[in-house]
């Protein structure tokens, strides 16, 4: 079995990382350094998997970037990964190959959404959601998930009061959450689904999230009662897990013929036809030959994110890190120093170096919080740590100030 290496980073210039660009970084961060720490987007540091790297090659070799299909390997790689990973039965007809999640939920809001309809969001939640929505004249009903103990809940009699009051068309549902990382139980997402039935409102699940696991284990919503899954949508990419964000592949399950008719319809209307060539490839590589890889590098993140929870609870004062379930983006609760995420994000770039992911960009009730990034050589993660520590911003500590 081979042991794969991850204390060293790909070379992040050649393929123009936009967290690494200092133009980018200088943009948004005017007073920060030249020698930054970038871990505010999401994406990893780390080479993609030897396997994917290999086909890839293999394809850029061949020379031949005409327009493709999916085709059986495609399939069978999705539905075997479904099965063998989520315990997912997933049949072949229920998989439509996209361009990236997020392109893919402006087509579904097109799709299934009219002229002043709504959207609903459990926020804090990834901002492209919300404006997926407003660049496409739809309203987004916001659904403030509770923080208490650590980790977020769902608000449920709100959400069915809500739902009772705007009607929307759509409810986006992240699971794992994002930015939260909480991994949602059978129970929370079996009465989100109960009560989107109940409204006659489409459950969208965005399982982006799912494959890097940091405690207890993921729960698919295609694992909801049969009677829900007329109304369901799950969105997935190996994207996250493998590091594939720029080939911009992602794929949909969709059990209802009905919804899956009304969806690829306006998938064909937006030119949505061909799949991206070395996206396609890359997805085969990833289920098929790279599991192994997932595995460790899941096991080296969760040990990183064990070293970053114990150095925030010793050392970094005012701040509360959100117990997480799934992902490598810790997301840290600073309502205990008195900053704002803003004024933190400002502070750490110009002082310590360190780009970390403001809370407000996720649509709302994120202003107390900041986000990390771990996808990288635990070494820089240690350093930017180290550096953040050195340049606290405290204006007031009170150590009873985070939400309970």
Known sequence: MPVYDFDSMADRSLDHARKWDPAIIKQKFPKAGDDYIPMWIADMDFAAAPAICTRLAEVAQNGAYGYGYAHDGF?????????????NEVKREWITLAYGTVPTIHYLYQAFCQPNDCVILNTPVYDP???????????VIENPLIYRDRTYRIDFDLLEEQMDRFRPRVHLFCSPHNPGGRIWTLDEITRVAEICHKYN???????????????????????????????????TSPNKGFNLGGLKTSYSMIPSERIRTIFRHRLEMNSITSPNTFGCAAIIAAYDESEEWLDQITDYLRESYAQTAAFIEEKMKGWELMRMDASYLPWVNIAGTGATATEICNHMAAKAGVIVGDGTFYVANGADFVRLNLGMPRKLVIEAMDRMATHQLIKWYRQDSFAN
């Not at 539905?79 to 063998?84: L, V």
């Not at 959601?129 to 309203?139: L, P």
């Not at 399982?207 to 007329?230: K, N, T, W």
Request: hydrophobic share 45%.
């Open 201 to 235: 409102c489409l459950l969208v699940v965005d399982e982006v999230h799912c494959e890097h696991i940091m405690a207890g284990s993921f729960i698919s919503a295609l694992q909801l009662p049969e009677r829900y899954l007329d109304n369901l949508i799950v969105l």
């Open 75 to 87: 399939y069978n790689a999705v539905i075997n990964w479904q099965r063998r990973r989520h315990n």
């Open 129 to 139: 959601f919300g404006y997926a929505a407003h660049n496409n004249g739809f309203r």
